[in-house]
C-alpha cells in the first residue's frame, strides 16, 4: 500500500523522531511511504483558540495537497483529531461547501498510527521487541475524539519483551491541552502532578503515548523530578527490534 505521511507541526520541529519510526514501521511491513512537500500545520492551535479565519488557508492547503492520497497517517491523535472533526467545520462557517465536502472526503481517508494499523492494514503484531516496562497515556484526542480505543494497547501487547503495566486514572487529562497549559497553568500544573504519580506508581521506565504532545508535557514534569522514567512515542517503540534494541 502506498501511504502518505502527515508529519505533524511539532513532529517536524521538535520531535522527528517519531515521524521517523512511523515510516521505519511502515517500510518494515511492506508498504510505500510517501511525504507530500506542500503540507504544514493542520491548524488545530488556530482553530483551539478562536482564530479559524486564519485557520482556512491551512485547510484548504491540507486537502490540495493530501487529496491525491489513499492513504494518509499521523503519528498524532490529537492533528488527526482536527481533519477529521474540524476541517469541514471551519470550511462551512467560511460558506465554502466545497472546500467542506473536500475535507470530509480527505479526512475519511486520514487515520492515526494505531487506527491505521489495525482498521486498515490488519496487523496487530508488527514484530516490535522492547525490554522494559511501559505504561500507557490514552491522550485526550485519540480516547474522547478519535475513540480508538484500545488498538493502541493491542499494539504494545504483541510486542516482544515489553511489560505493560496499567495507568491508574489513566483517562485523566494530562493537563497539557495546548495552549490551555500556558492561559491556565496553575490549573494545568495541578493536573501534571497527579499524573506524574499515577506515571510513577506504575515503576515504569517508560511512559508512551500516540501525541508527541502530551509526552513533551509528561516528559518535562518526569525531568523536574528527576524521574528514571522517559518518555517515549508508540511508534518509536513499534519500530523497534531486536536490531535496534541491540544498538
Known sequence: MRIALFATCLADTMFPAAAKATVHLLERLGHEVVFPVGQTCCGQMHINTGYQGQALP??????RTFEPCDVVVAPSGSCVGSVR???AMVARQAGDEGLAAAAEAVAGRTYELSELLIDVLGVEDVGAYYPHRVTYHPTCHSLRVLR?????????????????????AAEQCCGFGGTFSVKN????????ADKLQHVLETGADVCTAGDASCLMHIGGGLSRLRADVRTVH?????????VEAAR
Not at 491551512?58 to 486537502?63: E, G
Not at 497553568?185 to 501534571?192: G, I, K, R
Open 85 to 87: 472533526h474540524q476541517h
Open 58 to 63: 491551512l485547510v484548504r492547503r491540507y486537502v
Open 234 to 242: 508508540l511508534a518509536e517503540i513499534l519500530a523497534s527490534t531486536e
Open 148 to 168: 480508538v480505543g484500545d488498538r493502541p494497547q493491542r499494539l504494545l501487547r504483541r510486542v516482544r519483551g515489553l511489560d505493560l503495566v496499567e495507568l491508574p
Open 185 to 192: 497553568a496553575d490549573t494545568s500544573t495541578a493536573m501534571l
